[in-house]
């Protein structure tokens, strides 16, 4: 007997939560007992909305390409799912489509926030005896999800960091006096994604100091030191997480001496690392330059790494060998059976003992004083960035997936 | 009988000022009357430091890496000489350095400044009747050097920048409600760059707008637009020049409702995209990000078009042969003789017609109402992103040129 299956996209894009997407589809088509692969536009809103496409109409050409365009192809959401015991409106709705439509597998793409939404519809299905396996494949260029040895979209993250770290390096080496350059990377809560920068040491001299949330950031510790740099060399480059607190916990983001809260109420742009430049400014009279790696940190497909792309589109067809194999509630993960050569292999884990929690830098990576990354940490993230994918240029210029999006009738 | 040639770079860094330096020593290792070719550490300030070495001495592979390694290799340096008019002393040095070292031949790649030092010494040289041949090597990211196509080192910039635009785009477009996306461009006279990334429209929707300081900015027009952008599309991208002006020649970054001068004297970090989010926020309540692209946008080889450095590889090249003609106080220049096929052709300009002059972006590459770019820009852009450079990694990391730098006895 036929069925469909459907596939969502949640919380912030990567460069490779459109290869797990394909992943999903290509094992999809191997498989005659499926007749829909449905693609929820916004994740659960488009659910909601009858915002829903069928995948299988989509050009196969246009679909290949999904492997290299960054972002969420069908649109993305940061939706939190209520308690189901306390109002199961919005859950009762979600039945009502998927039975109208025959789904008998629900997959989301997401970080966090999304494998909680998974684990409350799972639960809610369980409840009612709704035929319907709830899978959960994992994305986030943060690497703080727990229970799978990295991220999908983290290698590629940190393959642009240290590219671009080590390119800054270049360009702010060329002067016999040159300036102190302060990296602001993301990662509110963890630092992975700028212990990532540490890689480009590797290329040439790399980033002289490296500051993460998971230790305390000392102001006076930290003039100490770039003044000694700079005295020696003539430029220092400093990356930093967005999240660095002091030991009092207090956002070093806070420390900005110009207030803009009157004007403006809540805004308050300009990140940490201009916050830091202008104290290194003022207290060291050292020349400064803040650089804010923003959005192109995660969606920088052309510089992705073809080992993450290759491990996010695996995860989609493994999510689409447990739904068949009845699994549900659960998230596909994938531990590292070796490091050299580098080798992982799939399972899954309960949604339960992943959603909400956090996964931090582990103390062996940081160095003893907390201003620089260990060997260790290379070792741990050296595989994740191997390989370069066949990036699709036409006239000079990236080439990424189109598609149509028609709606399916509701 | 032998001599010696000496190169130096200067100025503002890019992705292919190295691609030139490889031009000259690749040419004159085929020529054998020239039996060094020094290179000047950190531009005229080596020459006077004798911090000079032999380029002929350093590894051909790593010199071969040259053309896919950014920032200048040899070192940079901003140095403006004196009218030797007024004080010859430097002059004086540097003959004597050049007479030590039999060197009949300086070439200079950099920018406006860069080609105003190659005249003075041309002048000096002349006036002295000191047999040495100045030759200028065009480079700079603003393109903004009269009497030439393009200047090498744009093509790349804007490869970069029209890249990442559309990635931005990509991720931006991602959610039903988005943000007003403010992206910052480097450019403070000349809109060359910001218009670069109008190029990211043949990707997919690209900038909504985009301002550069060759026309007057109005605040309340741009809010308007923005304002309708927005309910339409329900994000907006706006890539704008860092040097923006109102209709009285007010720099748009002065905008800025904080103010830090009082604590800091001249520092002003935080560019005029975060002047203008601001505004956006406080006058339209919109969600708003800004970005500035910052200094990657100049050091991202990674990213480099191969049209670019071929041609500032050539314009190395070029220059050596142009001093064996014994030509002198002149720049190596091309014209564009066809657009399609793109073909250009080498020439000479003197550098009094080049020195201290700004080529603007013309009328007929702006929009009427100066928030847009025209097609007759692209027309003339394109041909200068093609092509990608071989771009070489190693453990997934970009392996860039490493030169040894032993100081010649001087």
């Given at each position: 007997m036929q069925f469909s299956i459907i596939v969502g996209q949640s919380g912030g894009p990567t460069s490779v939560i459109n290869a797990s997407l394909l992943g999903i589809i290509d094992q999809a088509k191997k498989n005659n007992t499926i007749n829909h692969v449905y693609g929820a536009?916004?994740?659960?809103?488009?659910?909601?909305?009858?915002q829903i496409i069928d995948l299988?109409?989509?050009d196969e050409t246009e679909l290949a390409l999904l492997k290299t365009t960054p972002s969420a192809i069908l649109g993305s959401v940061r939706f939190k799912l209520n308690d189901f015991k306390e109002d199961d409106t919005i859950y009762q709705e979600i039945i009502k489509i998927f039975t109208k439509l025959n789904i008998k597998a629900f997959f989301y793409i997401g970080g966090n926030d999304s494998m909680d939404t998974c684990r409350k519809l799972d639960?809610?299905?369980?409840?009612?005896?709704?035929?319907?396996?709830?899978?959960?494949i994992p994305k986030t260029i943060d690497n703080d999800l727990v229970a799978i040895d990295h991220a999908p979209g983290y290698g590629s993250c940190i393959k642009y960091i240290a590219t671009t770290m080590a390119e800054i390096y270049q360009d702010i080496a060329c002067y016999k006096k040159g300036r102190v350059t302060i990296v602001e990377i993301m990662g509110r809560d963890a630092g992975w994604l700028t212990a990532g920068s540490k890689l480009a040491s590797l290329i040439n001299?790399?980033?002289?100091l490296i500051y993460l949330p998971e230790r305390a950031f000392d102001i006076n510790l930290f003039l100490t030191?770039?003044?000694?740099?700079?005295?020696?060399k003539g430029h220092v480059l400093v990356a930093l997480s967005e999240g660095i607190v002091d030991e009092k916990g207090k956002y070093i983001l806070s420390y900005r001496n110009f207030n803009n809260q009157d004007d403006f109420g809540h805004l308050q742009l300009g990140g940490v690392g201009?916050?830091?430049?202008?104290?290194?400014?003022?207290?060291?009279?050292?020349?400064i330059r803040s650089i804010e790696l923003n959005i192109p940190q995660r969606c920088s497909a052309h510089l992705a790494s073809k080992t993450d792309i290759d491990e996010a589109y695996q995860c989609g067809k493994k999510a689409l060998d447990m739904a068949l194999a009845k699994k549900s509630g659960v998230m596909v993960t994938f531990e590292r059976v070796s490091n050299n050569p580098y080798q992982i292999t799939f399972s899954t884990v309960y949604l339960k003992d992943v959603a909400n929690k956090v996964k931090k830098v582990p103390s062996s990576y940081i160095s003893e004083d907390g201003s620089n990354i260990t060997s260790a940490f290379i070792n741990y993230a050296l595989p994740l960035i191997q390989g370069e994918p066949e990036f699709v240029y036409v006239n000079g210029l990236p080439r990424f997936a189109k598609i149509k999006k028609t709606l399916v009738d509701l």
């Open positions: 536009l916004n994740g659960i809103d488009g659910i909601l909305n009858h299988l109409n989509e639960d809610y299905f369980k409840a009612m005896h709704f035929d319907c396996q709830v899978i959960g001299n790399g980033p002289d030191k770039v003044k000694a740099i700079y005295q020696e201009e916050v830091l430049a202008e104290i290194v400014n003022k207290k060291l009279n050292l020349p």
